[in-house]
């Protein structure tokens, strides 16, 4: 029979080993992996008296039938993540029963009446806090279980090296902070019981606030998805050396988000009905360093408004990264990126060229983009859908290139840019006041003989419709003749 250990009897800071809670049929059952034996109120019991201790799983496969709730400051320890084996710690749900109850606390009210294998509970709290899983394999019988690890608001989780398989969401919080998770990897969704995500941090959804901040994230793996991270108000984070593959529709799509992606990357991602982009980033500030793709695809029946990344209202940094042509593309005409409404700094990128458009970007809305690569260094302006060279810097020096002149003066400064008239690329400057001035002379629009000899040159101006045109030579030359003096040099071959 089970030993009777009860969570007064422990001292906090305890080691408790699950086993000392099971009967031996439970546990000859686990070592021998058998799922012959149902240990959920077992382990429960073990979690109940875990609460600011230390739960061990010795290795072996651990039959549940409904969630396991974990409390705060509880530090949950197995031997394992792999398959089977003498080192492998795997809790294995083979139901779709759901948690029960709700807790509410700071007016906010979170369910449990989730389909989970974990649930994080707040246990009368405003967060679960300080808790952590590790060395620990979760896994779901084919199509059933909802949720891996479900956490509606977490204060310091960490998750180290945990699996988590056959869940149709692998990770999932709507509010949650401090978090750390390394050599987490989320796998085979289930996926017959809606969207898949292999992270879904959904903050701004599942009653009250939800947000969270500082996610220290490494080594994470997501696949096979619809989408591999799904990262919805998450501040101050970072994701490091991690990769979303196999994934349907998005890799990584953040929404009103702060993070820093470094050494990321996605490969056979597959972006069929519904996708928007491989990396989909919207109305925050995002940071992509040294991050790649590989062996991507547009399938039949998906979007024609998709790209390898899809940018909206938002700066976004893109720094060595390495984003070649689509592998296959068997319809629709998938962009090889598109910014809008965004402030885009890229440098020493690539981007495919097998796209909508040329090798450059084809894109869409009011957005301003600054493409460099080690020699030269370009400025792009994106008007409506055309991507403009405004200016470069080579070996020649400062080329500007003609772009839509600007509309507007900048305050305490000037706009020096190119444009084109009558077919010849004009130097011209707007200063703050408004005064639009050609500084390469050769605009002669307003007089009606035009240039009154070859080396004519001119003064051309405007302000708020209003416009003046001068022949200069000419001037001179009038000069000269009521002078009587050479006021003009010109030497030609």
């Known amino acids: ?112 009446n989730v389909n989970a294998i974990v649930i994080m509970s707040k246990r009368g709290s405003s967060y679960n806090r300080w808790s952590s899983i590790e060395n620990i394999r979760l896994s779901g019988a084919t199509n059933t279980v909802d949720y891996g690890i479900y956490c509606p608001r977490g204060n310091g989780l960490e998750l180290e090296r945990v699996a988590v398989y056959g869940c149709r ?24 019981l809606g969207t898949s995500y292999g992270i879904q941090w959904d903050g701004g959804s599942g009653g009250g606030s939800g947000t969270g901040t500082s996610l220290a994230a490494s080594n994470v793996y997501c696949k096979g998805f619809e989408y591999g991270m799904w990262l919805n108000g998450l501040s ?52 992509l360093q040294n991050c790649v793709s590989y062996n991507i695809t547009v399938t039949t029946g998906g979007s024609t408004a998709c790209a390898i990344i899809w940018v909206y209202s938002s700066r976004v940094t893109i720094d060595n990264c390495k984003f070649p042509d689509y592998d296959t593309i068997t319809s629709g005409a998938p962009r090889n990126y598109h910014f809008q409404e965004s402030d885009v700094v890229v440098s020493d990128t690539q981007f495919p060229t097998n796209g909508t458009g040329t090798s450059r970007p084809a894109l869409n809305g009011n957005a301003t983009i600054q493409y460099g690569t080690p020699s030269p260094s370009e400025i792009y302006n994106l008007n409506g859908d055309t991507l403009e060279l405004v200016a470069r810097q080579s070996v020649l020096g400062i080329e500007l290139y003609n772009a839509t002149a600007p509309s507007s003066s900048v305050t305490n400064g000037i706009c020096l840019y190119s444009e084109d008239v009558t077919s010849s690329a004009e130097l011209k400057v707007r200063d703050e006041a408004g005064n639009i001035t050609t500084l390469s002379p050769h605009n002669f629009d307003l007089i009606p003989d035009g240039a009154s000899e070859d080396m004519a040159f001119s003064y051309y101006s405007e302000k708020d419709g209003s416009k003046i045109n001068v022949d200069m030579l000419k001037a001179l030359r009038v000069l000269e003749r009521l002078s009587g003096e050479q006021i003009v040099y010109i030497e030609k071959e």
Request: hydrophobic share 30%.
């Open 236 to 287: 101050y984070s970072s994701i490091v050396s991690s990769g979303c593959d196999n994934c349907t529709k998005e890799a990584y799509h953040c929404e009103g988000s702060v993070i820093s992606f470094i050494g990321c990357g996605f490969e056979a991602l597959d972006m069929g009905v519904g996708a928007v982009g491989g990396i989909y980033l919207t109305n925050g500030w995002y940071q």
């Open 169 to 192: 969401v692998g990770f999932y919080t709507v509010d949650s902070w401090m978090c750390s998770f390394d050599h987490a990897f989320f796998d085979q969704p289930a996926t017959t």
């Open 1 to 112: 029979m089970a030993l009777t250990k009860t969570h007064s009897r422990l001292i906090e800071g305890s080691e408790i080993n699950v086993f000392d809670y099971m009967t031996p049929a439970q546990i000859t059952s686990v070592k021998a992996e058998d799922l012959t034996e149902d240990v959920t109120s077992a382990i429960q019991a073990a979690l109940d008296a875990g609460e600011k201790n230390t739960v061990r799983f010795p290795a072996g496969r651990y039959k549940i039938t409904s969630p396991l709730y974990v409390y705060q400051y509880c530090r949950i320890v197995g031997q394992g993540t792999g398959d089977s084996g003498s080192h492998v710690t795997n809790i294995h749900k083979t139901t779709s029963t759901v948690g029960t109850g709700s807790e509410t606390s700071g007016g906010i009210t979170d369910t449990y």
